[in-house]
């Protein structure tokens, strides 16, 4: 069982451990449910027809929920960063997920990414504009450029979150890159 919680991604020793024992402390019920859980998750979650994003129905819940903004989309890398998003409460578009971000090093081409799907999307008159939210290092800028290349001559707005200084940080403490960003991304107030 260690082992197998090895093999998770930012799971080191210790944490396998304590996970292992977690479990083997778990009830004979809890453990089962836990395994269901395990396995209704590898046999019945897949991709949402529309945006890409994990689902357990072939839509998925934000594309089917008709109180969303159907003229904004923000296109992000994976799944985990849809969750992020919408922990935040205050995005109302809808999404599209990647599935990953162009990485000539890693082999990974823009055609291994749900780019055509993005653009069929975008192939009607309802989507006015495109949020580009990949990470803001070499691969996601790298896919933020490429799409920006594709969309804009749609018709459709681009847009791209603005980087700078975290809240509550030390503007000391910051690099050179991230305090150029906050300058030129700064907004009236």
């Known amino acids: 069982m260690i082992d197998c919680f090895r093999k998770l991604p930012g799971v080191g020793s210790k944490s396998a451990v304590r996970m292992a024992f977690g479990v083997l402390n778990m009830s ?25 994003n994990l689902s357990d129905s072939p839509v998925c819940s934000i594309c089917s929920d008709d109180r969303r903004d159907r ?10 960063a849809v969750m992020a998003i919408e922990k935040t409460r205050d995005y109302k578009g809808l999404y599209h997920v990647l599935g990953g971000v162009i990485s000539p090093v890693d082999g990974i081409s823009p055609d291994m990414l749900k780019i055509k799907e993005l653009i069929v999307r975008l192939s009607g008159d309802t989507i006015k504009e495109v949020i580009i939210a990949t990470n803001p290092n070499i691969e996601g800028e790298t896919t933020a450029i490429y799409l920006s290349k594709l969309v804009k001559p749609l018709g459709v707005k681009v847009t791209r979150l603005a980087y700078g200084v975290p809240v509550g940080a030390d503007l000391e403490y910051a690099d050179g890159e991230t305090l150029a960003r906050a300058i030129s991304g700064r907004q009236e107030i």
């Open 28 to 52: 004979e019920e809890e453990a089962g449910e836990f395994c269901r859980a395990v396995m209704s998750m590898k046999n019945d979650v897949t991709h949402c027809e529309i945006c890409q």
């Open 71 to 80: 003229t904004t989309v923000c296109v992000v890398e994976d799944a985990r």
